[in-house]
């Protein structure tokens, strides 16, 4: 069977193949009035990767390690929290360092960094108290308190036994990523398939990732949909940012994912899978 890669809302994503399910940034709480999976669908974890400490990308990782036994490849920062605050025992923690690959439960890993877009968690943590804005609130504090939000931000290079690249940049096609730094990772590593955030306005940014990238196949998911419409902001709809990767990479297969979708990492064929959102 060829290797599959599972989207589940948010920025988790699952790659299913002969080594074991190794998942990015596993969520699935009712959060932001959304709501697809639960943690029996993380509990065969094999390998969790964490990008960052935000909240939506980190607070259910702790959980899922505990369910599955997973290994855990991050930075620094995030496998000492969870060491400190979650007791994860040291020999299932992997901190790597940009560049310098390590090989976890079969797979062929790397890392690299990417820059987020700006954000000051406690200017919005100000800003929510002075408007009376409970939910911003309360996510400003829980970010602040419950995760390691001053971890680095981390995409991940994955190799399989098969020799098959699946490049997960997260959400760093931004304004703020060079054309330089893209284009020096498209020379370092070799990438079939890339999974690639999308939002706001970063149509052009997440096209110029792809074009200095070069994969065969693109998916394309949204990390902060509800989140977004949570602090009343919207992006530009998700086939605008399709149509910019295309015009910029004609050869490569581009995929919009949502939630449940199963995509063969191989071919390209999207399954469905029953995900049904539940609202606040």
């Known amino acids: 069977m060829n290797p599959v890669i599972r989207y589940y809302g948010w920025s988790a994503l699952g790659i299913e193949a002969e080594p074991g399910t190794l998942y990015f940034d596993p969520f699935y709480r009712h959060y932001c009035g959304a709501s697809w999976f639960g943690l ?3 509990a065969n974890a094999s390998v969790v990767c964490a990008t960052h400490g935000h909240e939506e990308h980190y607070l259910d990782i702790p959980s899922v390690v505990a369910r599955s036994g997973a290994d855990v490849v991050g930075t620094k920062a995030v496998c000492d929290y969870l060491a400190w605050r979650n007791k994860v025992p040291r020999e299932r923690l992997h901190p790597m360092q940009p560049f310098t690959p390590a090989d976890v439960k079969g797979y062929r890993i790397t ?3 990417w ?9 919005a943590l100000t800003k929510a108290v002075f408007h009376g804005n409970a939910t911003q ?3 400003a504090w829980s970010s602040a308190t419950n995760a390691p939000f001053y971890s680095d931000y981390t995409g991940f290079h994955v190799e399989l036994p098969s020799g098959l690249t699946i490049l ?3 959400e760093g096609f931004n304004t703020k990523m060079t054309d330089a730094e893209i284009q020096d990772l498209g020379k370092r590593v070799r990438t079939d398939v890339l999974l690639a955030g999308m939002q706001l306005s970063f149509m052009d940014d997440v096209a110029r990732g792809a074009l200095a990238l070069k994969p065969r196949m693109v998916v394309l998911y949204p990390p902060h949909e509800h989140f977004h419409a949570m602090m009343g902001v919207t992006s530009r709809p998700w086939p605008e940012f399709k149509a910019a990767v295309e015009k ?3 050869s490569a297969k581009v995929i919009i994912a949502n939630p449940g979708d199963a995509i063969d990492a191989v071919t390209g064929e999207v399954t469905a899978r029953r995900a049904e959102r539940s609202a606040a």
């Open 168 to 170: 997960n940049y997260n």
């Open 111 to 113: 890392t690299f960094n």
């Open 40 to 42: 029996e669908d993380f």
């Open 115 to 123: 820059k987020h877009r700006d954000i000051n968690l406690w200017k």
């Open 248 to 250: 910029a990479l004609p």
């Open 137 to 139: 609130l309360s996510w």
